[in-house]
């Protein structure tokens, strides 16, 4: 009685009220359960929805018909999106199923994620830009169709301000210069491996969208010219540069003089920079907030140190690969107490002084990466947890000479820790995870190569650190399926997991990973005792699983392939190489997993050639890469080469 008359108290909620409630729920595991309560709190959830991530390209009218008042909508995990998919969801898909109009869906839309929809041109942008008036931010990187005539299309969108063309390889000067006309409010923009465009794009681009606050051209073989072009936006707030190989400290002494609200720089892995095009950079914007070069110096200069005296603003900085003494940490330290993040992977010279300095003053570090930093010990690890309460993020894989006691401290003061990084320190063991088990907010663990762990470890993780989604075990012997099982019972947020040669894992381990009903990316490479029994109990349970690495699981039968086939609808990726697949499991798996977009399928002892081109011909509508056996270059038909060539597939042959 007392439970129905609480059930009738809050169906009695003003709908106001319930709109309010719904707009508190940030999960949306608990916006689902609250529309599964009834109608009402499923319509109130079809009114108020602003954002949409579509994983089925089937379900997208019923979906868009469901939620007429989208502001957002992210097609990146529809790959077969394509101009008669849009002509058809623009026409058909309004108020009403029978609606003959534009679909209304489209009207608010202000954010649209098209990200690898490769079957997409011309025409079907040139719609969607028409149907959507209130367009601000469109994404349609790594779309290996897009050229100049989609970017002439997406011109239209007049009010355009964000843009991601990152590896649209067909795009020159001529289709940026499309977008640069059209789409002159534009303040954000990333051209990540658009090899074709060069300096004449770059500089009609900073002509004519003044406004730019965000650049990314990294990976371009664009020169210094460029840079003397982009000095001249006076709103520009972040520069990507990353992997210039023709910029060089000429090129940054333009950046000095121009660009006078830069906030962050990204000049890592430029060939031809120096400390010298830093100073210049440094010394032109002394509110630098992020300064990232890692893997361009060779040393960490007197001068460039005299320079960073005066960033009393810098908050992150990443100088990864270089040389740096015990004095530079002092300088940084005495100088840039506002930094948060400092990058040193593979930095030479680092010790436990120099790290016992850094943190003495630099107390607000919340991300410290001292990736094959191999001096660190104990001392070092304990000077940061004592010093830096606030650490969320701590990478010291290759770190050999860290053991119990540097984890010790960490459990003790380290309590916001949410992501470290231990791959490879083989001081690690049991009672240093116990330790370590004592952040509760534990989020990221990778553990691969420690082969000092055993279940008992896992124990302790799996008791206490309940909000981990990502672990790796790569390798890690000493791991079996007692420590799963405490792993499946506390870790129910487990969403990536690396299980890798860890040769212990039978299908009964196997059987307590399919009760994370959260897992969406698992490795097993090289489980030589599961069979097809413990892949069924993964497909089964693990319902949104995407990504799957089985290479080297020779004793899986075709039973664990048919219920692979059957449930795991989700599944993105696979690498079914080395395995004892036969054809017809190979053609049911291939063609049942309608959004499998990545295969590898080499040396498939149990499939013929005739298997595997069928296998092909199931998916060729929808694969994008596939990795296959050299041999069979010369023995595949022709005919399935050219269609899948056709449709954008890149082929790789080992």
């Not at 909508?73 to 026409?91: E, K, M, Q």
């Not at 892995?269 to 070069?293: D, K, P």
């Amino acid at each position: 009685m007392l439970s129905f008359q609480s059930s009738k108290n809050v169906l009695s909620l003003a709908e106001d009220l319930l709109f309010r409630i719904y707009e508190l729920l940030a999960a949306e595991s608990d916006r689902k359960s609250f529309r599964l309560v009834c109608r009402e709190f499923r319509r109130i959830d079809s009114l108020t929805r602003r954002h949409l991530r579509v994983i089925r390209i089937e379900f997208l009218p019923i979906l868009l018909r469901k939620y007429p008042r989208l502001q957002s909508l992210d097609l990146s995990a529809c790959p077969r999106i394509d101009d008669g998919v849009v002509s058809l969801l623009l026409t058909r898909v309004g108020r009403g199923s029978n609606s003959p109009s534009l679909g209304h869906w489209a009207w608010g839309l202000k954010s649209l994620v098209l990200s690898r929809a490769t079957g997409l041109r011309f025409s079907g942008l040139e719609m969607l830009t028409r149907a959507c008036p209130c367009l601000e931010s469109v994404d349609v990187s790594y779309c290996c169709g897009f050229g100049d005539r989609e970017a002439a299309a997406l011109s239209s969108a007049v009010g355009l301000r964000e843009l991601n063309m990152d590896k649209c390889l067909q795009l020159t000067d001529v289709g940026l210069a499309k977008i640069a006309v059209g789409c002159s409010k534009l303040e954000k923009l990333s051209l990540k491996w658009c090899m074709e465009i060069t300096d004449l794009g770059i500089d009609l681009l900073c002509k004519k969208c003044v406004d730019l606050k965000y650049l990314d051209v990294s990976y371009l073989k664009v020169t210094n010219e460029s840079l003397h072009s982009i000095a001249s936006l006076l709103k520009l707030e972040v520069l990507g540069l990353m992997a210039c190989p023709l910029i060089d400290d000429v090129g940054l002494q333009f950046i000095e003089r121009g660009c006078p609200s830069l906030k962050v720089i990204d000049v890592s892995r430029c060939e031809g920079v120096s400390s010298s095009g830093l100073i210049y950079v440094v010394r032109g914007h002394r509110n630098l907030l992020e300064l990232n070069a890692g893997y361009c110096l060779s040393e960490l200069s007197t001068a460039l140190l005299h320079q960073m005296k005066n960033l009393n603003h810098l908050e992150v900085i990443r100088i990864d690969g270089a040389r740096i003494s015990e004095t530079s940490f002092q300088v940084i330290s005495a100088n840039c107490k506002s930094l948060v993040e400092i990058g040193l992977s593979k930095c030479v010279g680092v010790t436990n002084m120099g790290i016992m300095r850094l943190v003495s003053a630099c107390i607000n570090l919340r991300v410290l990466n001292l990736t094959c930093c191999h001096s660190i010990t104990d001392t070092a690890i304990s000077a940061i947890a004592y010093s830096c309460r606030s650490l969320v993020c701590l990478k010291v894989e290759s770190c050999n000479m860290i053991t119990e006691k540097g984890l010790c401290q960490l459990g003790s003061f380290c309590l916001l820790l949410e992501e470290i990084d231990l791959t490879d320190c083989c001081g690690v063991n049991d009672k240093g995870l116990e330790y370590l088990s004592r952040c509760s907010e534990l989020s990221c663990l990778k553990l691969g190569l420690c082969t000092n762990i055993s279940n008992k470890g896992l124990s302790y993780i799996g008791s206490n650190c309940l909000k981990i989604h990502e672990l790796d075990l790569y390798r890690c012997t000493g791991i079996g399926d007692d420590g799963l099982e405490a792993l499946s019972n506390g870790c129910k947020k487990l969403r990536k997991l690396n299980l890798s040669y860890c040769n212990a894992v039978s299908d009964r381990g196997l059987a307590y990973i399919g009760r994370l009903e959260e897992l969406s990316d698992l490795e097993m490479r090289a489980l030589h005792k599961i069979t097809g029994v413990g892949l069924e109990a993964v497909a089964v349970g693990c319902k949104k699983l995407a990504d799957l690495d089985m290479k080297h699981c020779e004793k899986v039968g075709d039973s664990g392939f048919w219920a692979l086939a059957y449930y795991s609808k989700n599944l993105r990726q696979i690498n079914l190489s080395y395995c004892g697949i036969s054809d017809m499991a190979l053609c049911m798996v291939m063609g049942n997993l309608s959004r499998l977009q990545e295969a590898k399928l080499v040396h498939l002892s149990n499939s013929t050639v005739e298997g595997v081109e069928l296998a092909l011909r199931a998916c060729c509508a929808r694969i994008k890469k596939v990795k296959l056996f050299a041999p069979l270059r010369f023995m595949l038909s022709s005919e399935i080469l050219e269609i899948l060539h056709a449709r954008g597939c890149i082929i790789r042959w080992d």
